[in-house]
Every structure is written in C-alpha cells, then in structure tokens.
C-alpha cells in the first residue's frame, strides 16, 4: 500500500518529469504494476475531467486526480446485526406501527435503547450503537415532517405549557412541574416550579406571570389541558373551557387559544423553550439542600438566560396591553371533616382548627395565597397556603385545652415542630424539660423572667390567623 504522497510522487514524475514507469518504479522502490495502476487511473480521471460539462462533476474528477489512493477490502465486514436480529427488530418495528393505527398519535414511540434491550432479553450479542445505527437507517426511510417558520408581532403572543422535572431535595426525590410561559417576538422565557398541575396552578401562575410583566397579551397559547378544557361537545368537537380561566382571561382582556391535539408544534416556542429550560437548569443541577435553595436558583437562571434578550424584551413589554385592574383574587370553596387531630385536609395538606370543632364538617375557601375556615358564614381562622404534599399548618392557640391535659404530648409532637422558629428556640432554651410550664406561660397563667420578647412572639403565634379575607367570588372545587 503506498500513501497519497507516493501517489502524486508517481503522477508528478511521470507527467512534470517524463520518466517511464520502470525508471520510476526503480526511483521509488515501487512495484512496476503499482506504477502503472495510478498512471492509468490518472489517465482516466484527466479524460473524465476536460469531458465534464458541469463544476460538480469537474471537482469529483479533481479530486479522484490528486486524492488518496484507494483500495478494495479482500474481506467483507462481518456486521453484528444478523439476519434473525434483523427478523425481530422489523417485527418490533411493525407493531409500533400497529399501536399507532389502533391509538392514533401517541407519544409512546419505540425507541433505539427499548429495542437493544429487548434483543439482549432473548439473548442476542449485540451492541446499543449497532441498534441505533440500525434505527437510524430505519428512520431515515420515513418522511421527514415539514414545518412552516413563524413570526410574531411583540405582545401579541404569549405560549403556555407544563413540564416535569425530578429532583432531590432535603435528600427526598420529588416531582415538580415547572410552568412555561415563552414570548415568540422575544424569545423571553419565564417558568417557575409548582407541586402539581391542576387548575389552581394553572390561574395562579397565570396571574404571576402578568404581574411579572406589568400587562397581558393579546394571546395566550395552551395544550389541550385538564384543567383548562373540560369537554367536548360532541359531533362540533367544540372544546368547553374551565369557567374560572374564561373569567381570568375577561378580567385580564386575553384571548384563550388552543393547539389541535396531539399538535404540539402549533406553540413549538414554549415546546422548545420548556425542554431546554429543563435541560439546561437540572441536567447537572438536581441535588438542592432544601425547597427555598431551589426556588431561588430558579430565579437567578431566569435572569441569565434572558439576559442576552434585553432589548427586544423592552420592546415587547412596552407593546402589551398595561393593567387596569388591581390583582386577580381566584378562590375556590368546599367542605371539609375536621378529624381527631382537629385538622382539616384540603388538597393533600393539613390545617389545624380550635380543638372544640373536631367532627364537625367546616367549610373552607382557597384562594391563591390563603385558606380561611369558616363555620357557616363565621371565619374561624386563616392559614397561609401550603403548596407541598401531606404539609402542616398549626397553631398552638388551636390546642389549649388537649395540651393543658396532654402537657407530655407536646415535645414529639408535628404541632411543635412546624411552630415558628422563634417558639421552638424559646421552648428549647427555657422550657424544654418543663412542657407544663412552657405552656402555662404560653395560656396566660404565669410570667417567665426571660419573657418579655418572646411573650410577644407567642401571642401572635395565637393571634396571626384573625385578620379577615377580602370578599371575592369563587368557584367550587
């Protein structure tokens, strides 16, 4: 085998020096039939070539001139992918072709990695990269989908969709759905992470985001969302929107619009832009301390990646349509049993009431911020809202009478341990060994010498949940 140098040393002497082939041969040290070869080959290209009637075949014959020598394999490679490997893998393709004729579009397609570790259950020796070379043969054989490149207008557009995101935090593994709003004329995203995906999230974030901007677009764009689209009508297949999301959006002066289904790339905006976001904050990032250490980064990475997106942003926020309307105030009511922790459970968390209602069913309004409880029309008290899962909200003042009693309940107790911090650092420095006389101080029945702040503390710690709600209208949940 000789190299490319060897090769123009051959064609150089024979036509720049007019040497024969056996004095280059000899010159050399090269076979003569080596010599010959490249010569002819030569020959032929250059013919090749001053026949060429177009650039492209002129710069193919060029470079076969001058390129590297080139040289038939004695051996053909002997591929991993056998023929009873090749049987199975199209009988797999061939039922992921079936489902999608029974279900219709899905997005349970069948992967490179789902089939190499289907291969390796029947027990074929094959690598994943000759499965993925395989499946990208396959689907280079499939139509390739088309779409048509937009443009928008600054503030007329604003594109709407949730995401999953798995993280650890406080050493636990959690779910969180992290909101998407992205701006097509700016190419701004806003997200922020929630607890779940139901229409509470859906109003709440909605309302943050406009006052993140200062107004509201002419459009928002939205999946076919549960909460947000609760029927079709049938035959017209005319979708019926939540109530609560047509009053936000007639308050705020939005239009609602939704994709077709299964049509992701009528917003492919806010598509791209939550997987990248997703990406690019938690591929490497994942492990948080706690939930207020996440939330935080959240917030700095969104100030980073709009940073570079200032100028049209300002553009875009001095087109949208400015508030004329203090804050949207969503709530939403029920009913609710006050169990024999006197603790109410609304949306898988937990709010404690004075103990003398355990039994009775109480009513409760939600808005985005609180819970207030009422008996009848009469408030009870107000907690802020907890936006986890199997959360606490407690008060001491709730449990005069059973604490009086029980004074050894209180240490291991859940209502000492989400008390305020200030509380629980005043019962462990004074009263630790003494559950009795922390909460004799704590009723009012006698004074401690180190009291004076801390008595202060401790009454609000009673008296935080009096204030009243503002009147609103609601919906049930």
């Given at each position: 085998?000789?190299?490319?140098?060897?090769?123009?040393?051959?064609?150089?002497?024979?036509?720049?020096?007019?040497?024969?082939?056996?004095?280059?041969?000899?010159?050399?040290?090269?076979?003569?039939?080596?010599?010959?070869?490249?010569?002819?080959?030569?020959?032929?290209?250059?013919?090749?070539?001053?026949?060429?009637?177009?650039?492209?075949?002129?710069?193919?014959?060029?470079?076969?001139?001058?390129?590297?020598?080139?040289?038939?394999?004695?051996?053909?490679?002997?591929?991993?992918?056998?023929?009873?490997?090749?049987?199975?893998?199209?009988?797999?393709?061939?039922?992921?072709?079936?489902?999608?004729?029974?279900?219709?579009?899905?997005?349970?397609?069948?992967?490179?990695?789902?089939?190499?570790?289907?291969?390796?259950k029947k027990g074929y020796e094959v690598s994943q990269s000759t499965v993925e070379r395989a499946f990208r043969a396959y689907k280079e054989t499939l139509p390739k989908e088309v779409y048509i490149k937009q443009t928008y207008d600054p503030g007329k557009r604003a594109e709407y969709d949730f995401h999953q995101v798995k993280l650890i935090v406080e050493g636990v593994k959690k779910t969180y759905h992290q909101v998407t709003i992205a701006l097509p004329y700016s190419d701004v995203y806003w997200f922020k992470l929630y607890h779940d995906e139901t229409r509470h999230t859906l109003i709440k974030s909605i309302i943050e985001f406009i006052e993140f901007m200062g107004g509201t677009f002419e459009s928002m764009v939205f999946d076919n969302l549960s909460p947000l689209v609760k029927h079709y009508v049938l035959r017209k297949q005319d979708k019926v929107y939540d109530e609560e999301l047509i009053k936000l959006s007639t308050y705020y002066g939005f239009k609602i619009s939704t994709c077709n289904a299964r049509s992701g790339w009528e917003k492919g905006s806010v598509e791209n832009g939550g997987k990248y976001v997703r990406k690019d904050l938690f591929s490497l990032n994942y492990r948080f301390d706690d939930e207020a250490e996440l939330m935080s980064y959240v917030t700095s990475e969104q100030i980073k990646i709009n940073h570079s997106k200032a100028t049209k942003f300002e553009t875009e926020k001095a087109s949208i349509k400015r508030l004329q309307v203090p804050r949207y105030i969503y709530a939403s009511e029920g009913i609710s049993i006050v169990n024999s922790y006197s603790l109410v459970t609304i949306s898988n968390n937990h709010y404690s009431v004075p103990?003398?209602?355990?039994?009775?069913?109480?009513?409760?309004?939600?808005?985005?911020?609180?819970?207030?409880?009422?008996?009848?029309?009469?408030?009870?008290?107000?907690?802020?809202?907890?936006?986890?899962?199997?959360?606490?909200?407690?008060?001491?003042?709730?449990?005069?009478?059973?604490?009086?009693?029980?004074?050894?309940?209180?240490?291991?107790?859940?209502?000492?341990?989400v008390s305020s911090e200030e509380t629980k650092r005043y019962y462990e420095t004074f009263c630790h060994e003494d559950p009795k006389a922390f909460l004799e101080h704590l009723y009012g029945k006698v004074e401690l010498k180190e009291d004076n702040e801390m008595a202060r503390i401790l009454e609000n710690q009673i008296q935080g949940f009096n204030a009243l709600i503002p009147e609103v209208s609601y919906g049930r949940d």
């Open positions: 085998m000789i190299n490319m140098i060897e090769k123009n040393g051959i064609i150089s002497m024979h036509i720049h020096e007019q040497k024969s082939k056996r004095e280059i041969s000899r010159i050399l040290g090269i076979s003569r039939n080596t010599v010959d070869k490249y010569i002819s080959e030569y020959e032929s290209n250059l013919k090749a070539l001053k026949e060429s009637e177009h650039d492209y075949e002129s710069r193919v014959h060029q470079q076969s001139l001058l390129g590297k020598p080139t040289y038939k394999r004695t051996k053909p490679n002997r591929s991993a992918f056998t023929d009873q490997m090749k049987i199975e893998f199209n009988q797999m393709i061939e039922e992921d072709k079936r489902r999608d004729e029974l279900l219709g579009d899905n997005k349970q397609k069948l992967s490179a990695a789902k089939i190499y570790r289907e291969l390796r103990e003398r209602y355990v039994g009775k069913a109480i009513r409760y309004v939600k808005t985005t911020e609180t819970i207030a409880l009422y008996d009848g029309t009469k408030l009870i008290c107000k907690h802020g809202l907890l936006s986890g899962r199997n959360d606490h909200s407690m008060s001491l003042g709730h449990y005069e009478k059973t604490l009086k009693r029980k004074p050894g309940a209180l240490p291991n107790s859940v209502l000492l341990k």
